[in-house]
């Protein structure tokens, strides 16, 4: 339940509707004013039937008012279509009797033109989140002007609805303004995921590439050695590479795990012991020679030597594989070397395993190049020994 309180998610729906409500009581002040001023004018019949009159009006416009204000908050967050014509012109119409009602009322009271013009003003607010900063300074800049020209012609009283009309547009405006900043923020949080995501698609893709590539070549290798055996009568040496074969397909359910759960790793010793085994078992002499890798980089290349030889195995006719590591001053180089290529296909036949071998040594700023020269494939791949790699 905690972990659900503190969800990112949630605490943005909270804010959502907390900015939401803050715009629908701003909304709700036509109705105070209005209220307000039924009650002030109990002493007289006229005036009160007339305030009373207003007051329903008043609540007409606030429901228009909150509606719309809706309106303006879903298109921030959400696309969504414009007001449609018979709203508006209703929304417009109610607007108008009440803005004129109270004129009429309170024609001889000397702030009449404030109480006159908080039902604009609470329009003009209702659509204000949808406003760009621009619209919203240039329809600042206008009532201003207006303003300032009617307080010119002697009412001074212009001034206070100004500022009035003004704290509604701005603090609507940045209900929308802050929405915005949520929205942006949830689509940067959902992209974020959806990358995260995808990451680790890819890293499970690439890892069961190299496991499995080479597991299903191993079982390959063995189960053809344990035909071949079979075939020349050795039923003995037959059964155990088959029990070898049983023994592989047990851990593969265990390697799958290892991989899914971001566990598996690939050990220097392990794998250029099992590359000479499993090339010996293919009938493929396996030469092994250089300097001993610094831990650092023994993973990534142990990596690109699980997948050589799986290449090695699937796409060539080689009988003889050199395996040769060396340790300069400024870089850690692997170079795997067979003698099966058979032409252009050997090099063009690499499938998703030298892409895969690029993507894990760019990864600690390394490069991999291969070369064809005559029957021979060359596989280099190097690291720059002043490259820190990621732990």
Known sequence: MKLMQDSPVISARRFELYVRWSLYLLM??????????????SSNRFTFLGSLALLALSVVVTVFNIKAARHSLDRVMRDRPALSARFIVGWVAAVAAVTMGTFWLLWEIPGAIVLAIAPA???IAAVSPTFTIRTAAVVSLAAVVVGGVVTFL???QTIAALI??????WSAWSSGWMLRVLRQLQEANETAAELSVAEERLRISRDLHDVFGRTLATISVKAELAAEL??????ERAADEMAQVRQIANTAGAEVRRVVRGERRAGWADEIEGARALLSSAGIRCVIAGEEIPERYAETLAWVIREGVTNVLRHSRATQVSITTAVEADEVA???????ASGPSNAASTGTGIASMTQRLQEVGGSLEHELDGDWFLLTASIPVSQEVPA
């Open 334 to 340: 692997l170079t795997l070397t067979n003698d099966g």
């Open 28 to 41: 709700a002040y036509l109705l105070v004013q209005m209220a307000g001023l039924t009650l002030g004018a």
């Open 230 to 235: 079979s075939r020349r009568g050795h039923h």
């Open 121 to 123: 003003a609470c329009s």
């Open 164 to 169: 009035l009309l003004l704290v509604f547009i």
């Open 154 to 156: 002697g009412i001074p």
